[in-house]
């Protein structure tokens, strides 16, 4: 019981932790809350609870939006050490890195004069900006898969090469640990791609199509795959260390 609390309590003292597990609750709050709130005919008190879960969810949601506030330096920071990607041997993994961190870069402003704009604080309709910053966030996902596809087609080549002949530096375990990680990412990215899709404007695919109990699945499906890959990475550093 002890170690678990003081993975928790690891997790909370980290900016990317707090929000990871911030995420998790609201979209289990929705998924949640969006299932009984179904059963009202059935039970008023599950509904009444399932509304309940929906507000609490709507309040995390807001406030990772206004968190999110500070997380533009330390994304340009990152673009910036990135670059062009020279460092990258393969050319279309580089430039679907590329265009993906202009696509997050974007996200950020599009993102704050929306709720600016939802808090009075700007005089404009916030209705544009928020679908165009889930426009670029679906960009994103999309070139994040793409890059993810790519990423494991190389690493295909590399493990056939290791298996057959001299594999260099590369072991073949760790090949296969990086191909889980990058269809961790690939299964991540497509669920929240899919919620990305319903808030766009109706008649886009399947847009507003999605109850809140389906919108909570999704996003709690890349919330845990998502705490699972940062207790990963945590424990190979460990490892190393």
Request: net charge positive.
């Amino acid at each position: 019981m002890q170690p678990s609390v003081e993975s928790l309590v690891r997790l909370l003292e980290s900016y990317r932790g707090r929000d990871k597990v911030i995420r998790t609750a609201c979209y289990g709050s929705q998924l949640v809350g969006g299932a009984l709130s179904r059963r009202a005919e059935a039970d008023n008190s599950s509904h009444r609870l399932g509304k309940r879960l929906l507000l609490f969810s709507a309040q995390l949601s807001h406030c990772r939006t206004v968190l999110r506030l500070f997380d533009d330096l330390s994304m340009l920071a990152y673009s910036k050490s990135y670059g062009f990607g020279g460092k990258e041997e393969d050319a279309g993994l580089r430039w679907l890195s590329v265009l993906n961190n202009v696509a997050d870069q974007l996200y950020y402003p599009c993102e704050h004069i929306a709720w600016a704009a939802d808090a009075e604080l700007l005089r404009v309709k916030s209705d544009k900006w928020w679908v165009l910053s889930t426009v670029l966030w679906g960009s994103s996902l999309l070139l994040g898969i793409l890059r993810s596809l790519r990423v494991l087609m190389l690493l295909k080549k590399t493990l056939n090469r290791c298996e057959s002949d001299d594999g260099g530096n590369s072991s073949p375990s760790q090949l296969r640990r990086q191909m889980r990680g990058e269809i961790l990412n690939i299964l991540s990215s497509t669920v929240d791609l899919s919620n990305a899709v319903n808030w766009m404007p109706p008649g886009f695919l399947w847009a507003g199509r999605f109850p809140p109990w389906l919108v909570g699945l999704m996003g709690t499906i890349s919330s845990l795959v998502g705490l699972i890959q940062m207790n990963a990475g945590d424990s190979e550093e460990i490892d190393s260390t």
